[in-house]
């Protein structure tokens, strides 16, 4: 009888736990990572920095500045060497309060392995933001990043991107 009851409480807890967003995300990203590992297939250069890309994606939409600082290197130089990593640190803090629901998505992203301990990716991402459930404000980026290895893990050593301008597309315009 109580180990029933306490198999109750143990699961009903756990599932509830697993059940919430970011729990969700961290248990399925251990899941993955514990299935490819156990496939024994060593992930490729463009896979771990995509992955790295995704987890500070992950990390901006949920307003966590700290953690996608996490993967950003001391060394960072962003646009074309006018802002270190302090100022972008600041640059990322603004966006996440400007947008109370900052959204990325990325196209495709083309990564090439330069040495065994750099790399660069280029990439658009579109940049959404507002205070409700609809966006009311975006922007399409074209970014080019390089990359250093530090240890096992790949940190953005340095970023510039620009606003991509779209065509008029209003009605009778030419």
């Not at 306490?6 to 990572?33: D, M, Q, S, Y």
């Amino acid at each position: 009888m109580t180990s029933s009851w306490l198999h109750r409480v143990c699961w009903n807890t756990t599932w509830k736990k697993i059940n919430e967003p970011g729990v969700r995300f961290v248990f399925g990203t251990v899941l993955a990572l514990g299935l490819l590992i156990a496939c024994g297939d060593k992930l490729t250069v463009e896979q771990q920095i995509i992955a790295t890309l995704r987890n500070m994606e992950y990390a901006a939409e949920e307003g966590q500045h700290l953690d996608f600082m996490g993967y950003v290197a001391d060394s960072f130089k962003g646009q074309q060497g006018s802002m270190d990593r302090r100022e972008f640190h600041r640059f990322m803090i603004f966006q996440i309060n400007q947008h109370r629901r900052l959204q990325a998505q990325f196209f495709p992203i083309f990564v090439t392995e330069t040495s065994e301990e750099t790399a660069s990716a280029h990439f658009k991402i579109l940049v959404t933001g507002g205070g409700g459930l609809v966006p009311d404000s975006g922007q399409l980026y074209e970014v080019e990043t390089r990359w250093l290895r530090d240890g096992g893990d790949w940190e953005l050593s340095g970023a510039d991107w620009e606003a991509v301008r779209l065509p008029d597309l209003q009605p009778g315009k030419k």
